[in-house]
């Protein structure tokens, strides 16, 4: 109970720093919260049970509560320091990621800080208290029912580690080379497992949205009226299917539809204006949560099935059909070129490349279609009599759309007076064969006089980057099974270089999703440098070794390994569940950073009971026996409550919850299968070290020959001479 107390202390405290630092609870804080809250107890967990060993000893409570927090206040806080190092590099994301991940720093740096403060300054001052733990066999009759559970169950637990841990270590530290092998050659496999793909990888998470959006663009200068009809048959469509999947399933699964003629106020594409735009159509389907219905059945299904309803709209510029949310969806591939010819025809090559691939749909570019105008040509009488173009073009557009003669006050509004001709005029191109045209001198020619009429076509809208005109070829991904980004990645490798070669001053420029990954893998590798040098230095101050802190630090790469299974075991559980897909993304790679810290923590207690047993005048190999049984318990323990803290997370089936679960996932199973990497390997790699050392004074005496050794630094370099390592 009193360690259980430290989640409250530590998030009261966190509390008053987030006010500080003008930090809202929102969803990102409240998911950093539940991401923590199984981390937060670890430091307590260590300290209760070292407190608590020392009362099996038979000391009184005081005396243990001062003891046993001192004993391990060392690694318990540089384990908290390299935890909050790990995290801290979620800060330095950016994009839409980096948006939603700033803020989860900002939680677990002070929720660490406040739990261990109460760790080492209130627990023991609660654990002091405590009179009776039933150790002996006469005290645990006076034990009520429920603390008499309590004491048989951690009594099994020390009967367990005796009967079944410690043979398994004994007999791997006596074959720590196979062991170590066998180590590597898991971590070879699963490494080689992902980047061949059998374990499914994407940079982005793939997240359904509750909504399917439809959205038309047809050409420019379509008449408003054609693009309602459209929009209306679009609507009926979806309204008939909603009916449909309503009395199929028995349940409002189809909550809303919503059309907007003449606009796209959920969102616009191409840079084109969100409402007011008569060539602009968009259709929301809004579905119920998946989690409070509970059907197999979401937007990736609906938006399939309309796609084969609506079919192909006669005449239409763009019709895409989207439902992922964040960035895990469309395809976007930008060229530029000085010529636009060379962009069409490099933009139809490009098109039938991305049909080739399976799973893509709507495959188009941004061009759009030319539209017809009229070029007012200057005559060479024009010149003589002073009117220039300007004078031309003022003269005619005040004719046709009128010049403002005054503005009217009415109530708050301004009424706009315009004069231009009649409407029956300005419908007529004969008009302006009749218009006279007015030079300098304030005298009157007819129009024809002075200038003639071209018709001539123009582009809407002319898109340039670094002063060249680009064309984004873009494609929609509407399976949860299609990975978008090695799509990308397959074109820019095998095909997009030989494409741009062809013509000359053609380029490639990253976008939209594929700038937005170069960007983040750039932020990922500086972070990672930061986490390891930071844990490396964090890890080096209390051992004062060079080389003690590598061993701790092995179980890094093994902790990922399991995280890595952990996300093809929760894809098999939440296929079978929810039909969901759980892919290897950028969210776990950012998990693996924070796994870093995390992992580390139980190590480095492990290792510190070695070198204390050292100390303490027993030989390493004793020292390393005896510490792994010493210590299974702590390590156990913060390694479960933490996996239990994020399970919540793991099958939390709301959109906004899916953007965390691959780090709750990384998190939770990197740690879970790191405490058998640590009960196991980093003893192993103690006496391998030891061996090295061993080795390499030998190599130095025989050298010398004056049998003299450097000194490598830490703690097994002194105490080498008391191991007696066998096998």
Not at 125 to 138: Q, S, T
Not at 201 to 207: C, D, L
Not at 388 to 396: F, T
Not at 475 to 490: G, H, L, M, N, R
């Amino acid at each position: 109970i009193w360690v259980a107390l430290g989640i409250p202390v530590a998030f009261s405290g966190s509390f008053i720093l987030l006010y500080l630092w003008d930090v809202s609870l929102n969803m990102s804080t409240l998911f950093a919260f539940i991401l923590v809250l199984g981390i937060v107890v670890d430091d307590a967990i260590v300290t209760g049970e070292n407190v608590f060993k020392h009362m099996q000893n038979g000391e009184n409570s005081l005396d243990a509560a001062i003891k046993g927090t001192q004993e391990v206040a060392i690694p318990v806080t540089f384990g908290v320091l390299t935890t909050i190092i790990a995290f801290y590099p979620l800060q330095a994301m950016t994009g839409w990621i980096g948006n939603n991940l700033k803020q989860i720093a900002f939680v677990v740096l002070p929720v660490l800080i406040f739990s261990l403060i109460e760790s080492k300054l209130i627990l023991p001052a609660h654990l002091k208290h405590l009179k009776n733990i039933g150790h002996h066999m006469g005290e645990k009759r006076k034990l009520n029912f429920f603390l008499r559970i309590q004491r048989g169950i951690a009594d099994g637990l020390e009967r367990s580690v005796v009967k079944y841990y410690k043979p398994v270590l004994n007999h791997a530290l006596n074959r720590r080379y196979l062991t170590f092998t066998i180590f590597a050659s898991v971590l070879a496999i699963v490494w080689s497992m992902v980047q061949t793909n059998r374990i499914e990888s994407s940079f982005f998470p793939r997240i359904p949205n509750d909504q399917v959006t439809v959205r038309l663009t047809m050409p420019s200068g379509t008449p408003f009226e054609v693009t309602d009809g459209h929009v209306r048959r679009m609507e009926e469509i979806a309204l008939a299917y909603k009916d449909e999947v309503n009395e199929q399933y028995g349940k409002d699964i189809i909550r809303n539809i919503f059309a907007t003629s003449g606009g796209q106020p959920m969102g616009s594409s191409w840079g084109t204006r969100a409402v007011g735009v008569a060539e602009l159509g968009e259709l929301v389907i809004e579905l119920a949560p998946q989690e409070e219905h509970g059907e197999l059945y979401g937007s990736m299904q609906a938006t399939g099935a309309l796609r084969q309803r609506i079919g192909d709209i006669p005449g239409a510029e763009r019709l895409s059909l989207g439902f992922y949310r964040g960035g895990g969806g469309d395809i976007s591939l930008r060229l530029t070129s000085p010529s636009f010819d060379d962009l069409r025809e490099a933009s139809a090559r490009l098109q039938d490349k991305l049909a080739e691939y399976d799973g893509l749909n709507e495959i188009t570019d941004s061009f759009e279609r030319a539209k017809s105008e009229f070029e007012l040509m200057l005559k060479p009488e024009a010149e003589y009599l002073g009117i220039a173009a300007n004078d031309l073009a003022r003269q005619v557009r005040q004719a046709f759309f009128g010049a403002e003669a005054q503005r009217i006050q009415r109530g708050r509004d301004d009424v706009r007076v315009m004069v231009r001709y009649p409407e029956a005029q300005r419908k007529s191109l004969a008009t302006l064969d009749t218009m006279m045209i007015r030079t300098p001198d304030g005298t009157e020619v007819p129009f024809t006089s002075v200038a003639e009429i071209k018709l001539g076509q123009s582009l809407p809208s002319i898109f340039r980057v670094d002063r060249k005109r680009q064309l984004t070829v873009s494609a929609a991904v509407d399976s949860d099974t299609i990975d978008s980004d090695a799509i990308v990645t397959d074109i820019e490798t095998n095909y997009i270089g030989d494409l741009v070669g062809n013509y000359i001053g053609m380029n490639y420029v990253k976008s939209g999703n594929a700038k937005q990954v170069e960007e983040d893998n750039r932020n990922i590798r500086f972070s990672t440098i930061i986490v390891i040098v930071g844990v490396y230095i964090l890890l080096a101050i209390p051992f004062r070794s060079y080389t003690k802190p590598l061993i701790v630090m092995t179980v890094i790469p093994f902790g990922i390994v399991g995280a890595i299974l952990g996300h093809a075991i929760m894809d098999w559980i939440l296929g079978a569940l929810w039909d969901d897909n759980v892919t290897v993304n950028v969210m776990s790679r950012l998990g693996f950073l924070a796994l870093s810290g995390v992992v580390v923590n139980d190590s480095l207690v492990l290792v510190h009971t070695i070198n204390a047993r050292v100390e303490a005048g027993d030989s390493l190999q004793e020292a390393v026996r005896s510490a792994g049984v010493r210590r299974f318990r702590p390590i156990l323990l913060t390694s479960l409550t933490t996996f239990a803290g994020l399970l919540p997370l793991m099958f939390e089936q709301s959109p906004q919850a899916k953007f965390m679960t691959p780090m709750a996932i990384s998190l939770g199973w990197g740690v879970l299968f790191a405490t058998f990497i640590t009960l196991i390997l980093i003893p192993v790699n103690t006496l391998i070290l030891d061996d090295m050392r061993r080795g390499f004074g030998a190599y130095w005496r025989w050298q010398i020959g004056a049998g003299k050794q450097p000194d490598t630094g830490g703690e097994i370099a002194t105490v080498s001479r008391k191991s007696e390592v066998s096998g």
